[in-house]
């Protein structure tokens, strides 16, 4: 079996990663079916609602950028700077432009059924704001970009360290709060270098065993209570208390992952490896389901709505990613820009050494 550097399987790392998508995945899809059944008016508590909301805010999001983070000086290595960035054309820059409009149509298609009203302007605005879901994706590249020259300038023994702590610090007072794209950047840098850090010293070993997994569930218990009750504060207020908060609830899921993947479940991992799919697709499967539910049965039930909704939300991309896979339907999720562009590069190259010869 193939080993990293730190001594973890390559094999056993993928399965603990894929639990902790998995998990990851559930919350983003929770939190994007709930919010739509709140803002469209169905009965529930709005401080159950606000809390439960503002507690999976807090650290679902900065989970994925960790994950990220996580696998980032493996591949830099492998590709290098200008092969890493070329990559991310294919794999994140691409679903971004083309989900963006395929799900910006559609809504714009069904808005009076839907909660908000969506104009052909609004879709093409991704070009300079990123809509709904796609944020994340947007503010990835830019992150593997920076993150990309981080590493290029790392020389010195312990300079991810430095760079982790300055980007902590950013994170703390915020100085380009609501600067966007900065702000992306801002916010979740110091996540994604927490990822590579715990990849470079090999975090996930320890962490897997049991002890830690109740140590840090109970943390992640007193951390929330501690932010949301003793401080008051909610997942918006960014600043020390967050970034510990986020820190401490993404060590868990990873203790949490890296246990229940010694015994792995294939519907756990099936849900993980598909979360890329399902993070594309599942604003539109829930919405449909809430849409259903609502204008044509007259279902009020929140718990009701939730349970559909989440529901079609996950197995719904799923079954569809298993469609398109049998059907050998190409390019919905990547495309192969950077080989294209390096091919033009090779001929331009090519031509140019060509031109030089003949002279």
């Known amino acids: 079996m193939e080993r990293v550097a730190n001594g973890v399987s390559v094999e056993s790392r993928a399965q603990w ?3 902790a998508k998995a998990i990851g995945i559930i919350l983003v899809v929770y939190g994007h079916v709930a919010r739509g059944l709140f803002d469209a008016g169905i009965p529930v508590s709005p401080e159950l609602f606000l809390l439960v909301e503002s507690i999976v805010y807090s650290f679902h999001m900065p989970l994925f950028f ?33 989900w963006s409009l395929l799900q910006g149509s559609i809504e714009v298609f069904l808005s009076k059924y839907t909660n908000g ?22 503010a990835l590249f830019i992150l593997f970009c920076v993150a990309t020259l981080i590493f290029s300038l790392l020389r010195l023994r312990g300079s991810l360290i430095v760079f982790s702590v300055l980007a902590a610090l950013l994170y703390i007072y915020q100085p380009l709060a609501g600067v966007q794209p900065l702000g992306f950047l801002v916010d979740n840098l110091v996540y994604f270098l927490l990822g590579a850090l715990v990849y470079r010293y090999g975090g996930e070993t320890e962490l897997g065993r ?8 109970a943390g992640f218990l007193l951390a929330q209570y501690w932010f949301h009750a003793t401080l008051g504060l909610t997942w918006t207020d960014k600043g020390a208390p967050s970034l510990l908060l986020g820190g401490i609830s993404i060590l868990f899921v990873v203790s949490l992952s890296v246990a229940l993947a010694r015994s792995p479940s294939k519907i756990w991992l099936l849900v993980g490896s598909s979360s890329m799919a399902i993070y594309l697709m599942h604003v539109l499967a829930g919405a449909g389901v809430r849409v259903v539910l609502q204008k044509l049965a007259g279902v009020d039930a929140f ?12 197995i719904g991309p799923i079954l569809a990613l298993e469609i398109i896979k049998r059907l050998n ?3 919905l999720f990547s495309a192969p820009i950077s080989s294209y562009l390096m091919s033009i590069t090779t001929r331009i190259g090519g031509k140019g050494e060509g031109r030089a010869a003949d002279s």
Do not use: C, N
């Open 329 to 331: 339907i190409r390019y």
């Open 210 to 217: 049991y002890r830690w997994a109740v140590v840090l569930g």
């Open 17 to 19: 990663v894929d639990y």
């Open 303 to 314: 718990l009701v709505h939730l349970g559909l909704g989440m529901a079609v939300g996950l």
């Open 117 to 138: 009203s969506v104009g052909a302007g609004d879709v093409f605005s991704f070009l300079w704001e990123p809509r709904a879901q796609f944020w994340f994706l947007y």
């Open 66 to 98: 960790f994950l990220s983070g996580l696998f980032f000086e493996a591949s830099f290595r492998r590709r290098g700077p200008g092969g890493l960035v070329l990559s991310k054309l294919d794999t994140i820059v691409y679903p971004y432009i083309l």
